[in-house]
């Protein structure tokens, strides 16, 4: 059975950082993209980042670009996402997914909330 | 980025009435493959996105046939042929050509 859990969420302070992870099972991580979608509260879905299979490409939504980090560590199975220079607008329910091919995201984890706040 | 625009952006219906939504593309999502990279997903309340449509029409594992999708270019639509009350929640298009964008979100209520 495919499982993503997401872990990482917390409170933080407008200016700090945070990394997210996501542990997934069930199948052979090293064979598919991967993606992080936020979804602040009361809004739609946005896909934040998304790297490929072995980790040698990455794309970031325009806004993100330069404070966040999305890598990954094949065997431990394990996705990531580093945030940095938090703002209150990156407040939201942070989920991995995984990327069958060309933005078919199959599988979705529960998502982990990341509150930024003073 | 691809800019993805919803229409409309609520729906009130009546259970075993048909519901329509439409999503048009900033650009065609036309590959050079041939294959075109729209994809319809479902967030129902309280739980994560689930696919229901991939490349325009093909129905995900599971999913039931009164849910279609079709349109090419720039242009889409997703049809519900009767809408049941376990469809409530909001309904996403979504581009895979480029950094993944979604559209604004149509939600889907029960009169």
């Known amino acids: 059975e495919v499982q993503l859990v997401e872990s990482g969420g917390d409170l933080v302070q407008p200016g700090g950082s945070l990394k997210l992870s996501c542990e997934a099972s069930?199948?052979?991580?090293?064979?598919?993209?991967m993606a992080w979608v936020r979804q602040a509260p009361g809004r739609g879905l946005e896909c934040v980042a998304l790297?490929?299979?072995?980790?040698?490409?990455?794309y970031y939504v325009d806004s993100m670009k330069g404070r966040f980090t999305i890598s990954r560590d094949n065997a431990k199975n394990s996705l990531y996402l580093q945030m940095n220079s938090l703002k209150a607008e990156d407040t939201a329910v942070y989920y991995c997914?995984?990327?069958?091919?060309?933005?078919?995201?199959?599988?979705w984890g529960q998502g982990t909330p990341v509150t930024v706040s003073s | 980025d691809i800019v993805m625009t919803q229409t409309p952006l609520s729906l009130s219906v009546t259970p075993g009435q048909p519901a329509s939504i439409s999503c048009k593309s900033s650009q065609s999502l036309l590959y050079s493959d041939g294959r075109t990279y729209l994809h319809w997903y479902l967030q129902k309340p309280g739980q994560s996105p689930q696919l229901l449509i991939y490349?325009?029409?093909s129905r995900f594992s599971g999913v039931p046939d009164r849910f279609s999708g079709s349109g090419s270019g720039t242009d889409f639509t997703l049809k519900i042929s009767r809408v049941e009350a376990e469809d409530v929640g909001i309904y996403y298009c979504m581009q895979g050509l480029a950094v993944r964008t979604f559209g604004q979100g149509t939600k889907v209520e029960i009169k």
């Open positions: 790297i490929s299979s072995d980790g040698s490409d990455k």
């Open positions: 997914a995984r990327d069958l091919r060309w933005g078919m995201f199959d599988f």
């Open positions: 069930g199948f052979i991580f090293s064979s598919f993209w």
């Open positions: 490349e325009v029409s």
